[in-house]
């Protein structure tokens, strides 16, 4: 094996989640899910997603409603043990010699920390418009799949 491979593998996973994060540009994640057959790399994404859409609630909702905020900080982090969990696994799944970068947890929280920026506006507009952060139809369906998967369903 290419000596130069075992270190850009760990960074292949990280420009494959900024890339779905740009090219999909917040598609519904109940269509992201049945686009294509659930590989580890396909749900490594959503469990990105999912951290992110926590984050984002949490974060633009701690102030006005602090249990609320609390719930998702603990769901976000949840998520992101998931999405690191199974970027781990799809790294190894293509290559069997992978090793995890020292900083991976840093960068998985800086990839999910990109994605909530996306969320942002949607939240506050939703609470703008309907007084409710949870109101917008993309962050309403997000949620829903979060919670499906959060719960095994």
């Known amino acids: 094996m290419n000596k130069y491979l075992k270190y850009l593998l760990p960074m292949a ?3 494959t989640a ?5 090219a999909e540009s917040l598609k519904p994640l109940s ?5 294509a057959n659930p590989d580890a790399s396909r749900v490594s994404y959503v469990m990105a997603r999912c951290s992110a859409l926590y984050m984002g609630i ?5 102030k006005s409603n602090p249990e609320l905020g609390k719930r998702y900080e603990v769901a976000g982090q949840t998520a992101l043990y998931k999405f ?8 190894k799944e293509k290559n069997p010699n ?5 900083d991976i947890a840093t960068k998985a929280v800086s990839t ?27 962050i309403k369906g ?4 979060c919670q499906s998967l959060a719960n095994g369903k």
Do not use: C, H, R, W
């Open 18 to 22: 900024s890339s779905f994060t740009s």
């Open 112 to 138: 999910v920390k990109d994605i909530s920026k996306m969320y942002k506006p949607l939240l506050q507009d939703s609470y703008v418009s309907t007084g409710s952060y949870l109101s917008n139809p993309l």
């Open 98 to 102: 992978y090793t995890a970068p020292k």
């Open 84 to 91: 690191v969990e199974t970027s781990e696994i799809a790294n």
């Open 13 to 15: 996973f990280l420009l």
């Open 31 to 35: 269509v992201y899910i049945t686009e």
């Open 142 to 145: 997000d949620l829903e799949v």
């Open 58 to 62: 949490q974060i633009i909702s701690e």
